[in-house]
């Protein structure tokens, strides 16, 4: 293996309850409430939360939700009592993209409580849910209805999410009873979509820059066009009053006031390609930093990270459908992807698996057969030398990534993880190469970061006896 300023060349051989939305927390929407059914019908969706710091596992939580609000004044539902194999099964189904819908039968509903503190500690907050009965005779606890709203019988609505072109963002400040989103309108927009803050700083590292960087332009998050009929928001930036207490409260519950009331200031949130929502300080996450719908459209955050442009880009990856980069069995312990924890206002990008599910090069995608090519070198190079690929005279002699058939449904995905440019702040695996196990752009798991001289292999199935 040899490695120089502009390449490296690898040859593979093959061998107590709290206020509810029916005390007002419909707050004036105008959205018409409907009865509960016995058997209950919603869109599902994934809802995936990143823990502080990286640490434990990621929270996985199924949401319902409803069209319009029902005789309680919720819109969204929590859903509990799956087993874990109907769990799966849903979550593979939600996951694999689109909209779908499901009945739960003789589902039942149940308020949510704050979060309190008792003899034994302090409880977290849960939100509502619709509790599933158990299996009874075989009969599944949930029974797919077809597609949602903006499927095959939907109603134009936009699709869940693009990974080219231009998408817009509506970022969601608010105010409530006893709390409020710490970062004013103007810091919102500035450390989000860029500009000057409060105190005269430019902020020219933030999500909208860095997915563009990333993207090479071919994906940009940018602020909506003003539109007099909603001039509440302001560069991208509309702050909502929710006439509820907080503090204490599930980030579920304040979700869906938030999605009700936020269309009173914003015009309907399907105008939006994604919402992000910064919470207040005080409500419940249960101990994480961010959930984001897996693929989907809305993304919210604890106040103290929704500005910090790593936790942004991993949450928004979530809605592009990316699942989690991890190490040595940590779901986040991949350091060389935003998918892994992510941090602070980093400048890095995406791991090779979700770059090549991405597409952003696919001018410089390769593949390689161990059953086809005995042999074959590759020259890899790292995402930063994407220009420099473009304007060559021999643009095949590049790869930005490589995949390699593996005959599991795990494929193997290799890049150069060049230190530089858009990448400058990658906080592992610098100037290696990478190699990621994963099917597709769900959960990856780095195998090795290789420098002059290291090796990797391992055995290939398929009964050929080779390894790689």
Known sequence: M???????????????????????????SGLRRVPAKTG?????????????????????????NLDEPDDRGYIL??????????????KNKVTSGGRHRYEFPGATRSKGKPAHVNLFGESSATSQSIIVP????????????????????????????????ISTVLAVRVVALDSSTSCSPNNCRAHTFGGYDDVGVLDDMNM????????????????????????DVV???????????????????????????????????????????????????GGAAAFGYVPGR??????????????????????????????????????SCYMGYGGGDVKMCYNAAKNFYLGWYA???????????????????????????????????????????TFEDESLYLTYNRQEKMNIDVKEFQNKVTVVRANGRQQSWIEAGLGPGQRYSRSIVNGSGLSL
């Open 235 to 285: 560069g991208g930036v509309v702050t909502v009053a929710l006439n509820q207490t907080v503090v204490g409260i599930s980030h579920g519950t304040v979700l869906g006031w938030l999605r009700t009331q936020t269309p009173l200031f914003a015009g309907p949130l399907d105008a939006y390609d994604h919402v992000m929502y910064f919470m207040p300080p005080g409500v419940d996450f």
């Open 134 to 165: 158990k299996p009874n005779s075989g009969k599944p606890q949930a029974i797919e209805k077809g597609y949602g709203r903006g499927g095959e019988n939907g109603k134009g609505h936009r699709s869940l999410y693009k990974l080219q072109g």
């Open 363 to 405: 001018e410089f995608h390769k593949e390689f057969n161990p059953l086809e090519q005995s042999s074959n070198v590759f020259h890899l190079v790292g995402l930063s030398d994407y220009d420099e690929a473009l304007a060559s005279s021999d643009m095949s002699k590049y790869t930005i990534v490589l995949r390699i058939e």
């Open 208 to 231: 909208k820059s860095q997915i563009s960087a990333c993207s090479y332009g071919k994906l940009k998050f940018v602020e909506p066009e003003q539109n007099p009929a909603y001039p």
């Open 77 to 90: 539902y929590e859903i509990k009592g799956l087993d874990e194999d109907e769990f799966q099964r849903i």
């Open 298 to 335: 809305e993304t919210w955050y604890l106040d103290s990270y929704s500005l910090a442009t790593g936790v942004q880009l991993h949450e928004l990856g979530h809605n592009l459908g990316l699942g989690h980069a991890g190490e040595d069995g940590a779901a986040y312990g991949d350091g």
């Open 2 to 28: 040899k490695m120089h300023k502009y390449s490296l060349n690898m040859v593979l051989f093959a061998l107590c309850c709290f206020p509810s939305p029916c005390d007002g927390a419909g707050g004036g």
């Open 40 to 64: 209950i019908e919603c869109e599902v969706q994934l809802a995936v939360g990143q823990t502080m710091e990286g640490e434990g596992p990621p929270q996985e939580i199924l949401h319902c």
